[in-house]
């Protein structure tokens, strides 16, 4: 199994950046996939995640400004992120679990089994 992120990058505020993640092994369609980010000397924290039904969910931080979407076929995972802000600097992670959790409260990471190795973003 193997999650591989990339498009991060260093960009000014206000600017929009799209985080890929593809997913080999036997990930696929019928996982939850997760995103989430951590910054330097902070917490992890989830982001957004995508049911095997589609279904989507976000950090009220990011509501509004990302999106998350897959692309089944390429087994391949998204992060539109939109009107960049500093405060979303950090490493960013995609992972895969079984099932979503039922609440964002519990969207820590704990149920997600399989991890990429992050794509960095920076916004100044």
């Known amino acids: 199994v193997q999650l591989v992120e990339s498009g991060g990058g260093s960009v000014q505020a206000g600017r929009s950046l799209r985080l890929s993640c593809t997913a080999s092994?036997?990930?696929?369609?019928?996982?939850?996939m997760g995103w989430f980010r951590q910054a330097p000397e902070k917490e992890r924290e989830g982001v957004a995640a995508i049911g095997s039904d589609g279904s989507t969910s976000y950090a009220d931080s990011v509501k509004g400004r990302f999106t998350t979407s897959k692309d089944n076929p390429k087994n391949t995972l998204y992060l539109q992120m939109n009107s960049l802000k500093p405060e979303d600097t950090a490493m960013y992670y995609c992972a895969a679990a079984s099932e979503c959790p039922p609440e964002w409260a519990a969207m820590d990471g704990a149920d997600f089994g399989y991890w990429g190795q992050g794509t960095q973003v920076t916004v100044s």
């Open positions: 092994g036997h990930i696929d369609s019928s996982h939850c």
